[in-house]
């Protein structure tokens, strides 16, 4: 399964990080990558990357301000949020796709089909 921590509330403009680690099974040579949810509104893709860090995707939402990163020697997935936005504002999942190393853009939800419980990040203005 996949644990997250690193989420709470912060003020606009504040930075934060999410972390993500894989117990129980290995996603050594699996891309992953971060979804979220926010109040009322639909799942949306956030960033992904491909098994060894050395290909990443964002969405124009977080292009610029989010960086997605790995540490493979530690089963870990992290999100690196900076220059936070109340639209920011939601539930926010780790994810890994078991069945491909690299980014699977067209496929539904990036082809993630293992999920954490989430992570609530909040930003007030």
Same mark, same amino acid.
């Given at each position: ?7 709470e509330?912060?003020?606009? @403009? +504040? *930075? ?14 699996n891309?992953?990558?971060?979804f ?6 639909d ?10 860090? +050395? ?8 292009? @610029? ?16 949020? *900076?220059?936070?936005?109340?639209? +920011? ?7 890994? +796709? ?19 419980? @989430?992570?609530?990040?909040?930003? *007030?203005?």
């Open positions: 399964y996949l644990a997250q921590s690193g989420g509330s912060v003020q606009a @403009g +504040d *930075s934060l990080r999410l972390s993500c680690t894989a117990f129980g099974r290995s996603f050594l040579y891309a992953m990558g971060w979220r949810r926010a109040p009322g509104k799942l949306e893709f956030v960033a992904a990357i491909n098994w060894n860090g +050395d290909s990443t995707y964002y969405s124009d939402a977080a292009n @610029g301000r989010f960086s997605i990163s790995r540490v493979n020697a530690e089963n870990s997935l992290y999100l690196q949020m *900076s220059a936070l936005k109340p639209e +920011d504002t939601a539930v926010y999942y780790c994810t890994a +796709d078991s069945a491909s190393s690299s980014i699977r853009r067209g496929a539904e939800n990036y082809g993630m089909d293992y999920w954490g419980n @989430g992570t609530q990040v909040t930003v *007030s203005s």
